[in-house]
Structure formats: C-alpha cells, structure tokens
C-alpha cells in the first residue's frame, strides 16, 4: 500500500492532539489552585498575609494602609529582589551544568519536591483538615502524607516511572508552589508576575541570557537538562514508525532495530516534510523558600519542544536518537510556567470568578500564541510573556470595566 | 485516559504488529500483551520490569501501601492476563494482596476514630486528632 495515497492526518488531529495534551494539565493546576484558593481564603481573610516572610518580601512588607504609590515602590522594590535572586541562581545553575554536575541537579531535584510535598503539601492538607473539620487522627494523616511524598519522590526522580503517575505529581507540585504565592500581598503578586514574563524574556532571547545559555550548552552536548519538566505523552502519528514513539531517554537496542525497520519502509516513499522542526522554548523560574526553613530554591524549567515532522529519515533519527531530545512528538512543559500561570490566576481568584474566566481564557490564548510563534521562528523562545501580559492586561480590564458593567446589567435584570 | 487516544499504527505493516496494545477490550483478543507495563511501548522492557517490580515490591514494606498500589497500577496488563510474564507476576500479585490488607487495616482504624469520635476514645481522640496535634505541636503557620 503506497504510504501517500492514505490521506494524512488532519491538523486537528495531529497538531491539535498535541496541544490538547499540554493544555489538559495546566488548566487541571489553575482549576486545582483556584478551588484551594476558593476553600482556603473564604475563611480567613488577611490573617495570612501578614505571616509569609520570604525572599519575596524581604524588601518591603505591604500594609493594607498604605497609599497607592507606597505599594506599588514596595512591590517593584520586591520583585527586582526576586528577580535578581533568581538570575544569580540561573547563572549559578549553569554553571554546574556546565562543569557536568549533573547528578548534584538531579538529588538537588528531588530534595526540592521532597520538601514542596512534604511541607508545603502537609501544611496545605492540614488547613484544609481544619477548615473542613475533618475527623482525621494524626496517624492516618502522617501515614498518608509520607506515602505521598515518597511516592512523589521517586515519581519525579526516576525516569521510567509510569507517565500518568509522574504527569499527575508534577501538576501536583506545581499546584502546591503556585499556591504558596498566592499568599503574597497582592500588589507584589502582579508586579512579580510582570517581572518573571520580562526576565523570561531577557533570559531566552538576550545573547547573554542564562537560559539561552543552557539551552545551547544541552544541545552542543546532546544532553537533557535536569529539571522539572511535565512531558505530554507523544501522539503516535500515522506515517510515522511504531519505534520512534519511545521516549528520548529509552536507549533500547530492539527500540532502534524497530525504528530503523518502521523508517526503511518509510523511507521507500519519503513524504515532502521529512525533515525534523525543533523549537525550544524555555524559562527559569524559581521559588524561595520560607526563611524560617531555610529552604533551598526550587528550580523551575520551561522548556516547550515541538515536533512538526510527519515522518524521519533513518539517519535523522539517528542523528536524533544521539541527541537524547526525543524523536517523539512529546510536547514538554517546564513546571515554571505551570507555576505562574496557576498563580495568575489564583490571585484572580481572590477577586471574583468572573476576572478567573477571563485570565483563563487569555493565559490559553497566550500560550497556543507561543505555540504558534515556536512553529513560526524555531528557535528558543519564553514562554511565560505572552500569557501573563494577556493575562493580566484581561485582569485589569475585567476588574476596572467588565465588572462594572456586568453588575449594573445584573442589577437592572438586563441580562446575566 | 489518554491512552486510548494514542492512534492505533497503521496496518500497512511499517510497525511493531503489537506495539501498541493497550488497556481497552479490542487488544485482550488479539493474545498475550507484548508490554509489560501500562505505558505500552512507551514504558519498560520485560527485562527491566522484573527488577522494577521487585523493588517496589520490597520498598513497600516501609509503610508504603502506595506504592503496591501504584507497582499494581503499573504492571496492570501483569495482572489481566495470567499467564504471560511469569517472573514479574508473583511481585505484583503479592503486591496487589499486600495493599488490599494494609488498606483495611488502615481504613478501618480511620473509621473507627472519625466514627467512634469521643464516645469510644474519650480524652484520647481530642489529643490523638490531626488539628489539635498540629497545634499542641506548633505544625501550623510555618507557610
């Protein structure tokens, strides 16, 4: 049978399969931190607030009395703090990534997620054990926790855990950072937010940039970087072979003999687009930790990998097998953007749920914008900026003139 | 579950001929799975599998009913079909009985305390009580 005579895939199927496995997860966290957000906060309002001591705030502490401008230096004053903590610890990062520690990332990984369950998940679950009045005895609930967080563990350190396991602690742990920032104040939420997206920016696409750096540095030495990232299961494409649906880091010899084998019988008929488009798109974003803990930061990585190829040429796959960067159409999604996103639209949660819609609907829209950039440019590019500057351009437009006008609509029994 | 919407290959005969058998009821007819494990193709080799099961098999003695459920979850096509695999099978069978045990046990202590309350512990459930531990110790407020 003549591989071009069978009609291709349509690009809702292929193209759109894939997008739909990278969406499901983060809308699955910001639902997740909305309704945390939505449980949590009905019952206290400030008393938080005032209690969160981070790295975020060690510049200045808001004060709910304090004028406009007040807020808005010490919220600027905080997130250049952050921001500049943050690109240290970049820089900090590749430079152990570039004299090859590796493994030093890796435990460091695992510590980080050890401590995010286990702490900030305990303390999570314990709120809402008190909020909720739940008749739990400390035994169940420690033996529950350490499964948990050991569970999570081992899910996020070792590679060849089960996809939906790793897939689901991942969404977890970026449910459980976003809503630790949520507790923020508010003015230093949005102004952080603006300045993750600006950094993320600077970083990807300046010469100079430390992600750009990493990024140049994994693919010079065909490794993968050791991060967090969320991997959206590969979409098996008709004109493809069976083999090349094995993950980048499955180094099987009857996987390639399968490949090849798939590829030589493709190869008879090669279609027009055979060749491989890679795009990166990646970003640091980092987390710091309570002081009083003295925890270490939490590294975050984006990195947003599209394959376009309807079919590989045998040497390519090769080629791309020696990479390590998964000849799959694996979308992969760091957790850092899981994160910011999430606590956009947390922090509109605190509002009302119509800004919660309307930040969902542009953080969508943002990221199928980047989506569609990667396509066009294929080079590296951030993730985070188009997303959060929708998003929260739609938050202000929300609060200052879409409430007005759905309330007096509302009021008027006009419509809604 | 997105396994099932992974595209069945094409039958023109460029793959694998079971590569793809996943957990729905068109692939037990075709016979024995080919993958041990629920990824498919994408997860562990039989080889890898016996030393995978027999670690979380051993793991989960430390108080870790979680993870016979998840070895369970995992080697779930181990489970379905008897007798292919025979050296992962008895892992996760034992693993499967381990965490049904360890589950009752567990859910019956925790019935009987949310249920009993303070007529079958008296004192004791205030003290013994997640909330009120946590605040006898200080747990809370460290966010």
Excluded at chain 1, 146 to 165: D, E, R
Excluded at chain 1, 196 to 219: F, K, Q, T, W
Excluded at chain 1, 375 to 401: D, E, H, I, W
Aim: with cysteine.
């Amino acid at each position: 049978m003549d591989q071009n005579s069978r009609p291709r895939r349509t690009i809702l199927e292929s193209l759109g399969e894939e997008i739909i496995r990278i969406i499901t997860p983060v809308s699955i966290c910001m639902f997740l931190v909305v309704i945390l957000v939505s449980i949590l906060n009905t019952n206290n309002d400030s008393s938080f607030s005032q209690s969160i001591s981070t790295i975020a705030t060690v510049a200045y502490t808001e004060d709910s009395s304090d004028s406009t401008w007040d807020k808005l230096k010490g919220a600027l004053l905080n997130s250049l703090v952050f921001v500049v903590v943050v690109t240290a610890v970049t820089f900090f990062l590749v430079l152990l990534f570039y004299f090859r520690c590796t493994k030093f990332l890796k435990y460091y990984m695992g510590f980080s997620s050890f401590l995010v369950l286990a702490f900030t998940g305990g303390e999570i679950a314990l709120l809402l054990v008190q909020d909720l009045s739940f008749p739990v005895d400390c035994v169940t609930f420690l033996l529950v926790l350490y499964n948990f967080t050991v569970v999570g563990v081992l899910a996020v350190f070792m590679s060849k855990m089960a996809i939906f396991v790793t897939q689901g602690y991942l969404v977890v742990i970026g449910m459980l950072v976003a809503y630790w920032f949520t507790l923020l104040p508010e003015w230093t939420t949005w102004v952080l937010l603006v300045a993750m997206s600006l950094y993320d920016l600077a970083a990807v696409l300046l010469p100079g940039g430390p992600l750009r750096l990493l990024v140049e540095l994994a693919i010079s030495r065909d490794e993968d970087i050791p991060a967090l990232v969320y991997e959206a299961r590969p979409v098996n494409h008709h004109n493809s072979g069976g083999g090349l649906t094995q993950r980048s880091w499955r180094r099987r010899s009857s996987g390639n003999e399968s490949a090849n084998s798939g590829c030589n019988v493709g190869s008879a008929h090669l279609p027009s687009g055979s060749s491989e488009n890679r795009a990166y798109v990646e970003e640091v974003g980092a987390a710091g930790g309570d002081s009083a803990l003295s925890a270490p930061l939490i590294e975050r990585r984006i990195d947003v990998q599209m394959h376009l190829a309807e079919d590989v040429v045998p040497g390519e796959n090769l080629a791309l097998e020696g990479i390590g960067l998964g000849s799959s159409g694996a979308i992969k999604l760091g957790l850092g953007d899981f994160i910011f996103y999430s606590v956009l639209v947390g922090r509109a949660a605190m509002y009302d749920f119509m800004t919660v819609y309307a930040c969902y609907l542009a953080i969508i829209a943002g990221l199928g914008i980047t989506l569609m950039l990667l396509a066009v440019y294929q080079k590296a590019l951030p993730a985070l900026p188009v997303s959060v500057m929708l998003g929260v351009l739609f938050y202000l437009l929300t609060r200052l003139l879409l409430e007005a006008f759905v309330v007096e609509c509302s009021i008027n029994l006009l419509m809604f | 579950m997105e396994r099932s919407e992974e595209a069945l290959p094409d039958s023109a005969g460029l793959v694998l001929p079971s590569s793809t058998i996943t957990a729905n009821s068109s692939a037990n007819s075709r016979g024995p799975p080919q993958w041990p494990t629920i990824d498919g193709p994408l997860g562990l080799s039989e080889e890898d599998s016996i030393e995978y099961a027999r670690r979380f098999f051993k793991f989960g003695f430390l108080f870790l009913p979680w993870l016979w459920a998840l070895n369970c979850f995992y080697f779930w096509p181990v489970l379905r079909h008897s007798p292919s695999f025979p050296h992962i099978r008895p892992y996760v069978v034992r693993s499967a009985i381990g965490f049904t045990v360890f589950t009752a046990l567990l859910g019956s202590w925790a019935l009987t305390f949310a249920i009993g309350g303070e007529r079958l512990f008296s004192h004791v459930w205030d003290e013994l009580l997640m909330y009120n531990f946590a605040d006898k110790y200080g747990l809370t407020g460290w966010i």
